[in-house]
T-cell receptor, first 116, second 112 residues
Framework: GAVVSQHPSWVICKSGTSVKIECRSL??????MFWYRQFPKQSLMLMATSNEGSKATYEQGVEKDKFLINHASLTLSTLTVTSAHPEDSSFYIC????????????FGQGTRLTVV | SQKIEQNSEALNIQEGKTATLTCNYTNYSPAYLQWYRQDPGRGPVFLLLIRENEKEKRKERLKVTFDTTLKQSLFHITASQPADSATYLC???????????FGTGTRLLVSP
């Protein structure tokens, strides 16, 4: 299957700093990317959906100024957690899909963010 | 509001038995329903998709049913193995597939 590479796999940052997470589709064009957050023993919560070249659509309750999503190319999307706080510590996962080819979505390995 | 419900309690079964997981949804009119598997600390992996006009879909030891009247999908793993232990997630999809939203997930534990 198609490969989605997410980087970094884990990161520790100080409270108040910003962290950028990258999500790349390696062998297909990701027309749509999804960003999720997952707390321990809970399901994935969709944060936002982004289509290449367009602004992301955020789910209710997700602060768009805090979680900046950029999907400038068909192979790369980034999520920046700005002014991170300990409550932002979570597992962040991206997913990518080529709308023209398939309904299947491919997931990255996830990023474990710890804010201290 | 839209809801996707799966058994939140873990399902414990013995190796060799059939595991059946349930996905119920409300305020959706899905054109498709997908099932994914997630292992701890990893991203989900796609397993199966079933369309609204399909009653049943099979792939090796997996079988999915889709009842749009009951607004329910059942996911079966036959001849289960310890390696099948994971969390299984369902995702109903509307036509156009703008969003991929998951149910709460059901953890399956297959003991030898």
């Amino acid at each position: 299957g198609a490969v989605v590479s997410q980087h970094p796999s884990w990161v520790i940052c100080k409270s108040g700093t910003s962290v950028k997470i990258e999500c790349r589709s390696l062998d297909f064009q990701a027309t749509t990317m999804f960003w999720y957050r997952q707390f321990p023993k809970q399901s994935l919560m969709l944060m936002a959906t982004s289509n290449e070249g367009s602004k992301a659509t955020y789910e209710q309750g997700v602060e768009k100024d805090k979680f900046l999503i950029n999907h400038a190319s068909l192979t790369l999307s980034t999520l920046t957690v700005t002014s991170a706080h300990p409550e932002d510590s979570s597992f962040y996962i991206c997913s990518a899909r080529d709308n023209r080819a398939s309904t299947e979505a491919f997931f990255g390995q996830g990023t474990r963010l710890t804010v201290v | 509001s839209q809801k996707i419900e799966q058994n939140s309690e873990a399902l414990n079964i013995q190796e060799g038995k059939t595991a059946t997981l349930t996905c119920n949804y409300t305020n959706y009119s899905p054109a498709y329903l997908q099932w994914y598997r997630q292992d701890p600390g990893r991203g989900p992996v796609f397993l199966l998709l079933i369309r609204e006009n399909e009653k049943e879909k099979r792939k090796e030891r997996l079988k999915v049913t889709f009842d749009t009247t009951l607004k329910q999908s059942l996911f079966h793993i036959t001849a289960s193995q310890p390696a099948d232990s994971a969390t299984y997630l369902c995702a109903p999809l509307n036509t156009g597939f703008q969003k991929l939203v998951f149910g709460t997930g059901t953890r399956l534990l297959v003991s030898p």
